[in-house]
């Protein structure tokens, strides 16, 4: 059960794109269309933002959006916003191994 | 209002034992794959267990064998008990249901801290 990898930090300006990375393998990014992303602000839970690697939840900005390529599912923030700076994390269920689901280890987004 | 309630967290010993609850309102949590989710401090998070709907319970290796995951019906309420607790389990505990279809975890609780320490 090895969590998915994604990078520590990604920082951008106010009205600029970033992309986060989440890297799994062939048992559960690779293997399921069922990758999903949470938005966490310090001291409170975890938001849903993507399921199914590029849908949104009724309520989400479409500012955010995701995609998935092989063992690798991404998230896409444009048009950065000052509340955006948050922690993101990447999902993904992972049945066929562990009948249960696996998290990335997090990435930290500084809005400049 | 569809929201879950966790409580149940709180210090104790290593070596020793809580159940946590997470009450639900505005669904039914037999009908759902229920989860627990735990994030250490200055941490990610991590998927401990999940309770799906016909029955069948799976844990994460770290706490397999010492952690279960229950739920009860006429109290609309999920459980999870942990024995043996370590120091490494010291975390903030949610509970959190996913999505029948999607398998995304679309409703959260606050969650419920629990600190192992002598």
């Known amino acids: 059960q090895s969590a998915l990898t994604q990078p520590a930090s990604v920082s951008g300006s106010p009205g600029q794109s970033i992309t986060i990375s989440c890297t799994g393998t062939s048992s559960d990014v690779g293997s399921y269309n069922l990758v999903s992303w949470y938005q966490q602000h310090p001291g409170k839970a975890p938001k849903l933002m993507i399921y199914?690697?590029?849908k949104r939840p009724s309520g989400v900005s479409n500012r955010f959006s995701g995609s998935k390529s092989g063992n690798t599912a991404s998230l896409t923030i444009s048009g950065l916003q000052a509340e955006d700076e948050a922690d993101y994390y990447c999902?993904?269920?992972?049945?066929?191994?562990?009948?249960?689901?696996?998290f990335g280890g997090g990435t930290k987004l500084t809005v400049l | 209002e569809v929201q879950l309630v966790e409580s149940g967290g709180g210090l104790v010993q290593p070596g020793g034992s809580l159940r946590l609850s997470c009450a639900a309102s505005g669904f039914t949590v037999s009908s759902n794959y229920m989860s627990w989710v735990r994030q250490a401090p200055g941490k990610g998070l991590e998927w401990v267990s999940v309770?799906?709907?016909?029955?069948?319970?799976y844990y994460a290796d770290s706490v397999k064998g010492r952690f279960t995951i229950s739920r009860d019906n006429s109290k609309n309420t999920l459980y999870l008990q942990m024995n043996s607790l370590r120091a490494e389990d010291t975390a903030v505990y949610y509970c959190a249901r996913a999505d029948l279809s999607s398998s995304a975890f679309d409703i959260w609780g606050q969650g419920t801290m629990v600190t192992v320490s002598s």
């Open positions: 309770i799906y709907s016909g029955g069948s319970t």
């Open positions: 999902c993904s269920y992972a049945g066929s191994s562990t009948f249960g689901w696996v």
């Open positions: 199914e690697g590029s």
